[in-house]
């Protein structure tokens, strides 16, 4: 873990929610299976697997004197995270996490929850994606599948978006991003279905055309999405709900997935899309193999 610790003795904790340490990326050899994040005013310790008493004990004597040095008048918020058998094990060593616990990201709020397992509302390696839609969404009716916690759906809005349509099978995580719209004052134009995309063809088609389609699904759910099976039938059916000149956006986070997976799969199965070009990650994100990392595919 000593890269780690190095790198944790020169961290800066700013105002907005962010990666701090990325591990997984494999650029610190002996500490790929760490990641540090900050969700202000939490710190959020990532293992995946469960660090021995001594290594977290190192970890937390070295975030925690970081923070008395540059947050000297503020109490540290320390969670640990861990993943054993399959599970993911949350503590606080801490501090305390606020509920509700809400963040910012490039002037956007987002109601973030890390006590409740692996996915905390937000996902930082899509930074610049949301970037990306906020600054094309001025004027289009935009569709956002798999919409999760509806992260893009907010961007668009402040991006001027005329109208959203959030999609996803869980209700739950729709109900967050109604509560995101609100913390950002958006309450109009925008709607959410909590249904089976491969079900709601109809549905989404007479409220289309769109002239933005995002695609963030997960990689491998069983009962909602397989990449490896589902992509090719989600892009058969994507051009029928696009407008003229419309674009789309498509994600892949599997790192047993490269690339030219995704671009063959639009390649057979949407012949009419046109690669424009690749989402660059955040910087933070580096990976020694880009094609593990996030891949963020921009077609017209």
């Avoid at 674009?247 to 995704?262: Q, R, S």
Wanted: glycine fraction near 8%; aromatic fraction near 8%; charged fraction near 20%.
């Amino acid at each position: 873990m000593q890269l780690f610790l190095e790198a944790v003795s020169k961290v800066e904790f700013g105002q907005q929610v962010e990666r701090l340490f990325h591990g997984r990326g494999c650029c610190y050899p002996g500490s790929e299976h760490i990641n540090l994040d900050f969700f202000p005013p939490v710190v959020l310790l990532t293992s995946f697997k469960e660090l021995d008493e001594q290594a977290l004990e190192q970890a937390h004597s070295a975030i925690k004197q970081r923070w008395q040095a540059v947050e000297s008048q503020a109490p540290l918020n320390l969670v640990y995270q861990f993943r054993k058998g399959g599970q993911t094990h949350t503590e606080i060593m801490e501090g305390q996490v606020s509920d509700p616990h809400v963040v910012v990201e490039d002037e956007a709020k987002y109601q973030v929850h890390l006590m409740r397992g692996q996915n905390h509302g937000l996902f930082l390696d899509m930074r610049n994606g949301r970037q990306w839609v906020k600054q094309h969404s001025a004027g289009k009716k935009v569709l956002n599948l798999f919409a999760y916690t509806c992260g893009f759906s907010v961007v668009a809005m402040q991006g001027d978006a005329d109208s959203v349509v959030n999609i996803d099978m869980s209700k739950g995580a729709l109900s967050i991003g109604k509560q995101n719209h609100l913390l950002n004052g958006f309450a109009d134009q925008v709607r959410y279905l909590g249904h089976d995309i491969f079900k709601s063809w109809g549905k989404l088609t007479k409220l289309g055309p769109y002239d933005l389609i995002i695609a963030d699904p997960p990689s491998n759910q069983r009962g909602s999405f397989v990449a490896t099976k589902d992509y090719a039938r989600l892009l058969k059916r994507l051009p029928t709900l696009l407008a003229e000149e419309g674009e789309v956006l498509l994600c892949l986070n599997a790192p047993e997935l490269g690339i030219e997976f995704l671009k063959a799969q639009v390649a057979e199965n949407s012949p009419t899309l046109t690669f424009v070009e690749q989402i660059a990650n955040p910087a933070i994100f580096k990976d020694v193999d880009p094609d593990k990392a996030l891949k963020v595919l921009r077609y017209r």
